[in-house]
């Protein structure tokens, strides 16, 4: 399964755009980029996915690099909800034997 | 609509007792999955069922660990014999089927073995 890397922690003040970086070098043509993040006392709930282009939804944005060997999770304005842990997922839903593989996540932090 | 729900929330076992964790997936999902989630990292993958059939068990840890979904909507997770390194919150996903890519998960079952 190919692997990310994120940063263990980000801070962010509330109000304030939050860009949460990932690295996945080895991502194949076929894996999306999939975004999840887990609320406190919660199970993860999805936010984005992408393949190549940039995509936009009411909760965030994602900017994929033109290599595709990083991409960014992009929250407009931070609020307090949104501390959570952050997972930066590859998945090939056309890869029968492929399944989520999640590593330890970027834990957000929002400061009032 | 209602979620995918998950039952008992919590679950403190003796080691050595049988523990059966329930799963509610959202009606009308294909798939279902289990995941494991020890403290302080991501979730990990036990098995995944495609309506009843358990296409994949691949991360289950032992043979002490059995899941069964038997007509394709609510699904069980056995663990048997449970030990102090089973203590974890177990997450249940629902999807429309695997070639989907958002799984709609449950709150988890955190399951505490003394």
């Known amino acids: 399964d190919a692997k990310t890397t994120q940063p263990n922690s980000m801070e962010s003040n509330e109000e304030e755009p939050v860009h949460l970086p990932c690295n996945h070098s080895t991502i194949s043509g076929t894996d999306y980029i999939h975004w999840y993040r887990q609320l406190p006392s919660q199970g993860p709930e999805y936010v984005i996915h992408?393949?190549?282009s940039n995509v936009n939804n009411r909760m965030a944005s994602l900017a994929i690099a033109e290599d595709r060997k990083s991409s960014t999770l992009i929250l407009h304005r931070a609020t307090l909800r949104d501390a959570a842990v952050y997972y930066c997922?590859?998945?090939?839903?056309?890869?029968?034997?492929?399944?989520?593989?999640f590593g330890p996540g970027t834990r957000l932090s929002v400061l009032p | 609509g209602a979620g995918v729900s998950q039952s008992p929330r919590y679950k403190v076992a003796k080691r050595g007792q049988d523990v059966a964790l329930r799963c509610d997936p959202i009606?009308?999902?294909?798939?279902l999955f289990w995941y494991q989630q020890a403290l302080g990292q991501g979730p990990e993958f036990l098995t995944y069922?495609?309506?009843?059939?358990?296409?994949?068990k691949s991360g289950l840890p032992s043979d002490r660990f059995f899941a069964e979904r038997p007509e394709g909507s609510v699904s069980t997770l056995k663990i048997q014999r449970t030990q102090q390194e089973d203590s974890a919150v177990y997450l249940c996903?629902?999807?429309?089927?695997?070639?989907?890519?958002?799984?709609?998960f449950g709150p988890g079952t955190r399951l505490t073995v003394l």
């Open positions: 997922i590859l998945y090939n839903p056309d890869n029968y034997g492929q399944n989520f593989v």
């Open positions: 992408g393949l190549t």
């Open positions: 069922f495609q309506n009843e059939a358990q296409l994949d």
């Open positions: 996903a629902s999807s429309l089927g695997r070639s989907y890519n958002e799984q709609f």
């Open positions: 009606s009308g999902h294909v798939s």
